[in-house]
């Protein structure tokens, strides 16, 4: 990645363009968050609906003060201990913050990449910027340049810089006055949140759901199934298996293994890059994913599986 094309991706930012950029956590499509026009070329190139609000990514903490209504000492300590890093918090927002950022809600999503390459975009583009995964709406996220290419080439630019080192979204959280809870689960998980603040287990109603967190999302273009006692009985001839522990690999037509060590994080690294490669693959017909044990990063894994799976399962 050479700084002039974070430069270029920048001045594009600047004149209202629409520039695709890594993060950690996959590639986001991103705009001046200040610039309403900018925004809406967001939604209108991911075909995403109205109703669902962007995140605002920030650089330093100076940025995120102008995005608040009021400060909360809580989300100092929140950022001291995640920040930059795969966790976004919902919080009033200040008026500075275009309506359409936040589908008219009071509120606006934040987080600071743990990422040069989007950091110092954000830097030099001297503007918070907003931006959803770089995907179209429902599709698989990316977590490399050629996968934004793949559904997004109409974007003004697209900063490669590898493949991204988390590879699912980030947790999404929002505060109570009881404390914190959970709207999206990633990477950094409740366990780890409760060390900071205490989790408000108080049953979501219905103004905190996020409003993006549909039943199907990250939805492959062919069959995709997560492996279960029954349909492991399924022909496997024209199947591809996304392996976890190995154990269902034989008879598979083709395995992606996603660990190599049964570790969870890799699952979450690797997971939306096995899903591109065995929709691009014509000999794949159908699509296993081998589901891993709830608890922890597992969480956020089975959100995804379950949600790829929702338009597949009969
Ligand atoms: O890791 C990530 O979070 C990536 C990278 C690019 O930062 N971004 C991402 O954005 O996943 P997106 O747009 O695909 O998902 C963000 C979700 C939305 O679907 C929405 O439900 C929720 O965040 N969200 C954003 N602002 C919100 C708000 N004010 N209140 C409730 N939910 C909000
Ligand atoms: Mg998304």
Known sequence: ????????????????????????????????????EAVAKIFELKERPSFDPLIVHIADLAQLKTLLK??????NKLADKFWPGPLTIILPKSEL????????????????????????????SECPIAAPSANKFGRISPTKAEHVKKQLAEADYILDAGKTTVGIESTIIKLTTKGFKILRNGVITKDDLEKVIPFDGTS????????????????????????????????????????????????????????????????????????HTLEDDDEVQIIF???VVEEGIG????????????????
């Open 70 to 75: 009021e400060q909360d000492i809580r989300v």
């Open 289 to 291: 994913a081998e589901p």
């Open 97 to 124: 913050v275009p309506d359409i950022v936040t589908s008219g809600l009071p509120t606006v999503g934040v987080r600071m990449p743990a990422n040069d390459v989007a950091l110092e975009l954000i830097r030099i």
């Open 204 to 275: 979501i109603d219905q103004d905190l759901a996020a409003p993006g967190m549909l039943n199907s999302h990250y939805s492959p273009k062919k069959s995709f199934l997560i492996v279960n006692s029954n349909n492991l009985k399924l022909d496997k001839s024209k199947a591809a298996l996304i392996s976890f522990s190995g154990q269902f690999d034989k008879n598979f037509k083709k395995v992606i293994s996603v660990s190599k060590t049964n570790d969870p994080k890799e699952y979450a690294v690797n997971i939306f890059e096995a899903m």
């Open 1 to 36: 990645m050479s700084s002039s094309n974070i430069d270029k991706a920048a001045q594009l930012i600047k004149d209202g363009k629409v520039v695709a950029f890594p993060t950690e956590t996959v590639y986001g499509l991103g705009a001046n968050a200040l610039n309403p």
């Open 299 to 314: 969480i956020a894994i089975m959100e995804k599986l379950r949600k790829a799976e929702f338009n597949w399962k009969k």
